[in-house]
């Protein structure tokens, strides 16, 4: 198991709501990552988050944001959800700039949109 | 453009045979990757990696991959299949075009299922 943690485990929504993840990342990590794993696919890079600003982003449209802590915890905000939107979303942390900088995942939120 | 493939949706294999789960990679300059394993309504759980040095990398459960650059392939292997190895495994090359992120690109995954 690694020590990154997510919350809540899963959600249910309905279209044009926000939803607010979070994520707790593993002791000694300086960044996180987040991605979308939608049904029978792989993971698909959102962003990344390295002392609290954004430091790469994937993809997708701005009405998925984040924030970084100082204490490395992180959130995802969707805004105005859609259909597409229902997934299992991944947070990851690492410690960035070292031939170390493995991610190591969390057991991720399910969010399912009706 | 960074790219792994995952050829095949999945693979089945007796507990007891070794198994091979293969990846290939497209990239630009050296690549950097990875090996995770996911079991159902889990997440990622990492395997192994490549960054440089030996072609045979050893992992987590008795796992090893094989890099092989003139073939442009970074196959998953294990010399006896357990029951408990199914599961779904993805490949991932860190995206060196990434800016100053580490962030992976990921393949479609292969699902492993090993018989009794």
């Known amino acids: 198991e690694t020590g990154v943690t997510q919350s809540p485990t899963h959600l249910i929504k309905t279209r044009g709501q926000q939803v607010t993840l979070r994520c707790s990342s593993q002791s000694g990590h300086n960044t996180v990552s987040w991605y979308q794993q939608a049904l029978g696919q792989g993971p698909q890079f959102i962003f990344q988050?390295?002392?609290?600003?954004?430091?790469g982003r994937g993809n997708f449209p701005p009405r998925f944001s984040g924030l970084q802590f100082p204490n490395y915890s992180s959130e995802l905000n969707v805004n105005a959800l859609e259909l597409d939107d229902s997934a299992l979303y991944l947070c990851a942390s690492s410690l960035l700039g070292t031939l170390t900088d493995t991610q190591y995942f969390g057991p991720g939120t399910r969010l399912t949109v009706l | 453009a960074q790219s792994v493939a995952q050829p095949e949706d999945q693979v089945n294999v007796a507990e007891g045979n070794p198994l091979t789960v293969k990846c290939t990679y497209s990239?630009?300059?050296?690549?950097?990757l990875f090996w995770y394993v996911q079991y159902p309504n889990r997440g990622l759980q990492f395997l192994l990696k490549?960054?440089?040095?030996?072609?045979l990398v050893k992992g987590s459960y008795g796992f090893e991959a094989e890099f092989n650059k003139s073939q442009t392939s970074f196959h998953l292997k294990k010399p006896s299949a357990l029951v408990s190895d199914s599961a779904l495994y993805f490949c991932?090359?860190?995206?060196?075009?990434?800016?100053?992120?580490?962030?992976?690109?990921f393949g479609t995954g292969t699902l492993l299922a090993v018989q009794p």
């Open positions: 991932a090359v860190r995206d060196i075009g990434g800016g100053a992120t580490n962030k992976l690109i």
């Open positions: 490549y960054i440089t040095g030996d072609n």
């Open positions: 990239v630009s300059g050296n690549p950097y």
């Open positions: 988050y390295y002392r609290e600003e954004e430091n």
